[in-house]
């Protein structure tokens, strides 16, 4: 499974922002206990200097009214040379542990410890007494265990915040991303070149790349208009010295015994009229592509227009023996371009005829499914190799030139197409090489909706 980049974002930095607080809390836990403790010990020893210092003897009177016996939370004691307490307290559960001048001791006693810190007030050299401060020391446990607990609180939710947090963030940083991928998407899968992002100005990467996007595609729209343009202009201008070229050749043919002289006529007639055709095709596409093709429809009986063209078509068939069955009794009425119905069934017969077999046949029936008719023309003709099929819908596609005798354009299938689409139907084939071919067109039943 590969996680989108937004995920591995916030999983990313979530694990970073966890290790980072884990660390924040050591290092405040860790730089607090060791501060406190030097406080602590400072006081203790601060403490009982200033005891000490308070303390005065004179004529073998002992003076320590001065002495604050419980100064900053250290318990001040005086004992005298032989260990008994003179003044002061210590708490009941310290240890009694012997006396050593001016060293800080840490004294334990179960799960309690300790700071104690002794110093010896000599005035002669027999009298002398002890001053003891004692001071618990701060119990770091339950700092860390009371800590543990807020962590354990804290943590999960700081991360979830800053992870929902940061997802919500990434993921409006990511929309611009999602816009450019969803055009790019309905460009490639719709062919419609007028889509664009269409992001309000922004000042980030995305927006930029999103506006260059757009710009872009604003380029190949203008020039793929251009294209169509083109396509569309030269034929008009062909048609006028093709019609002229055709009724020149005609006329001479009409007009001529010379029999060499009529061959040559006769090609030119041939080209001229292949030409004719083939650019009276390239304007029917390029009107598909540019819009201007508009259907006019009309409730049409698709039985009926099958006979209609079956007929026209049977002398054609009949040049290669070709037998062109129809079998509909039934009317089958759909809202539909009756024209362009009429070159569906034209195209897909004649090609039936070009790729049939001499002596074969072909079958044209209509079939009402549900909401729409389909058209199916099937022949026993030559059949389209597996490699070839899902091309053969392409403009100016033949799977081998020759096969139609260098009659055919290419173009044929493709118009059957952009009509059908036009319709909002689809096309579809089916074939088995040398055995014969299936096409379909399903038209939807446009009475409907309009
Ligand atoms: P063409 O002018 O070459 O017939 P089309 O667009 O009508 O152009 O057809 C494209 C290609 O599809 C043809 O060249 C041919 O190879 C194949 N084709 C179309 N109809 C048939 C069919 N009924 N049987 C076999 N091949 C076909």
Known sequence: ????????????????????????????????????????????????????????????????????????????????????????????????????????RTLTSGRNSWYIYDSQLSFSDEDSIWVRGIIGSYDMRAVVSSMQGVLLIVLPLLVLMAALGGYVIVKRSFRPIDKIIKTAEEIAGGNDLKKRIGLSDGSSELYKAASAFDRMLDRIEATFEKEKQFTSDASHELRTPIAVILAASDYALSHTDDSSMKETLSVISDQAGRMSSLVSELLYIARADKGTLHLEKENVDVSELIEIVAETMEDKAALRNISIHTGNSEAIIVKADRDMLMRILINLISNSITYGKDGGNIWVSADKGHGNAVIKVRDDGIGIAPEHIERIWDRFYQEDHSRSGGGGSGLGLSIVKEIVSLHGGKVSVESIKGEGSTFYAEIPDGTASD
């Open 1 to 104: 499974m590969t996680l989108s980049v937004r995920h591995r974002i916030v999983i990313w930095y979530t694990l970073w922002l966890v290790l980072l607080i884990v660390l924040v809390f050591i290092g405040i836990f860790s730089g607090s206990s060791y501060l406190v403790e030097r406080r602590t010990k400072a006081g203790v020893v601060s403490a009982v200097n200033e005891a000490v210092d308070e303390i005065e003897y004179t004529e073998g009177w002992l003076d320590f009214d001065n002495v604050d016996f419980r100064r900053g939370g250290v318990y001040i004691t005086l004992y005298d040379n032989d260990g008994f307490r003179i003044a002061g307290f210590a708490p009941d559960e310290v240890p009694y542990t012997a006396f050593s001048d001016g060293i800080l």
